[in-house]
């Protein structure tokens, strides 16, 4: 039998109500002694979750004025008895509340240990147990959507379609293996390659949106930069819709790095606004514009702008070698100023680069910036509707895996290899997409994936 498990399960500090959560054999007895309700009558007389007004009590004392529902095994979160008590949502009734449940025969519970048992108790597979988590920290109503949808278990039936088709596959294998001689037809070399190819364009399409899976639930990191004065700081304030950095017509006002989120076609981005680039011997601003640099490398996306009413410097070319191998958008700002720039040496230095004209001034171009953005991050489209992402790098890393196993698979099959050495790859294939729902998965990588849950959770 599992021990009773507690935990307060809303975020720390104050607020209006507080939960705590108890779930395990022990959980209706233990309410049932530290809960009293003015009719006085056996918790368990109730409704499955109606909520009990009353008071918790340790002997005489009053320690908070409550609600309490009482959860019956199994159809609950864990499967196992639930219970949840609502109580004023400071620190001391739920500590007092929590340390007197854990004078019982209760412990505290780890970290994801109630989605755990879920998972455990096999209401849940570990694809959607995880979502819980991805729900929870999602940034954006995209992020969510997502991750809901990988809660109603669509990467699941997504994943076990594929499985039940390598097992069909491997089965027929097997007996080609085992009876030769029988009556039954053997699968042929090309039959094998037929339903290897199928699931491997199946697995492929799923890799090719994992990008943009792993965008929406991370976010991009997008760096604007440029030389000073171009329109960086403007350009940041119109995608935040407000006005965040400082904006002056002297050159270098932005001396050190700004970070803000924006949300952008349900796209998470982080975007940094950096220093202007140019040599300066202001110590403040050199370390600022060494930053700025440095902020390159780590940029998914850079957007790097230029002034329209100037010539291309010495700086923009230097920016431009930095920026060569990135994803980039290059702006092209203050087009309501005499153009002096030469776009024909611009097209020859930046070469297949998306380039977007811009008055920042006048709000001209800031739409296109932000479709530009969104079709990178969704192949093309610039408002996916699509929520069928995989999210998850654990995810990603098997899926991957398991596309290696069959390709392995296809080349044994093509050079007509043994059937024993194909059915190796495949079952590799088989194993390792089991362990995105948590099929076949150790517990030690259980325990891992868990343990970065929340408290409560
Ligand atoms: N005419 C015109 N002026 C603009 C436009 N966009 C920005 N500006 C002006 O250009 C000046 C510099 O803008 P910022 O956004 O501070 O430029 P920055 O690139 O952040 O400059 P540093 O922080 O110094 O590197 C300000 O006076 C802005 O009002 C535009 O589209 N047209
Ligand atoms: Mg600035």
């Known amino acids: 039998m599992e021990d009773t498990i507690v935990a307060i399960s809303t975020p720390n500090g104050e607020g209006a109500i507080g939960i705590i959560r108890m779930s395990g054999e022990n959980s209706f007895e233990v309410i049932n002694k530290i809960f009293v309700n003015k009719s006085k009558n056996n918790l368990e007389s109730y409704k499955n979750r109606e909520l009990i007004y009353g008071h918790i009590m340790d002997g005489e004392n009053v320690i908070d004025e409550v609600l309490v529902s009482l959860m019956k095994s199994p159809n609950t979160y864990t499967t196992e008895n639930v219970v949840e008590i609502n109580c004023h949502g400071g620190s001391v009734p739920i500590r007092r509340i929590l340390d007197l449940i854990l004078t019982f025969d209760v412990r505290m519970a780890d970290p994801g240990e109630f989605t755990k048992r879920a998972f455990l108790n096999g209401r849940l597979d570990l694809s959607q147990a995880e979502s819980v988590m991805d729900l929870i920290s999602a940034k954006t109503p995209k992020g969510f959507d997502v991750a809901y949808n990988q809660l109603e278990g669509y990467l699941s039936v997504k994943i076990n379609t594929i499985r039940d088709k390598l097992l069909e596959l491997m089965s027929k294998i097997e007996v080609s293996i ?147 191998d990135k994803k980039v958008i290059i702006v092209i700002n203050k ?123």
């Open 178 to 324: 085992d009876y030769p001689e029988e009556d039954i037809k053997d699968i042929t070399h090309n039959e094998i390659l037929n339903e290897l190819n199928e699931n491997k364009n199946i697995i492929n399409k799923m890799l090719k949106n994992s990008e943009t899976g792993k965008i929406i639930k991370n976010g991009l990191s997008t760096v604007i930069i440029g030389k000073p004065n171009v329109g960086k700081s403007s350009l940041l304030n119109a995608l935040l819709k407000e006005a965040k950095a400082i904006v002056t017509n002297i050159p270098g006002t932005t001396r050190d790095v700004i970070e803000e989120y924006v949300n952008i076609n349900g796209i998470p981005l982080k975007i940094i606004d950096t220093a202007g680039i140019r040599e300066t011997d202001n110590e403040i601003e050199k370390i600022g514009v060494n930053r700025s640099k440095s902020f390159f490398n780590k940029a998914d996306l850079v957007i790097f702008v230029l002034n329209n009413a100037e010539e291309i410097s010495k700086e923009d070319r230097e920016i431009i070698q930095y920026i060569e």
């Open 335 to 457: 087009t309501d100023l005499e153009s002096k720039i030469d776009f024909n040496e611009l097209n020859e230095l930046l070469k297949n680069k998306i380039m977007i004209r811009t008055s920042i001034t006048n709000e001209h171009g800031i739409e296109e910036v932000e479709d530009e953005i969104a079709k990178m991050v969704y192949n093309g489209d610039i408002k996916s509707s699509e929520n069928e992402y995989i999210t998850n790098i654990r995810h990603i890393n098997l899926i991957k895996k398991a596309f290696n196993s069959i390709n392995a698979a296809i080349n044994a099959t093509e050079s007509a290899i043994g059937y024993d050495f194909i059915e190796v790859d495949i079952k590799d294939a088989y194993d390792y997409l089991g362990e995105i729902t948590g099929d076949t998965i150790g517990e030690d990588v259980i325990d891992k994936i868990f343990s970065n849950f929340c408290l409560g959770k």
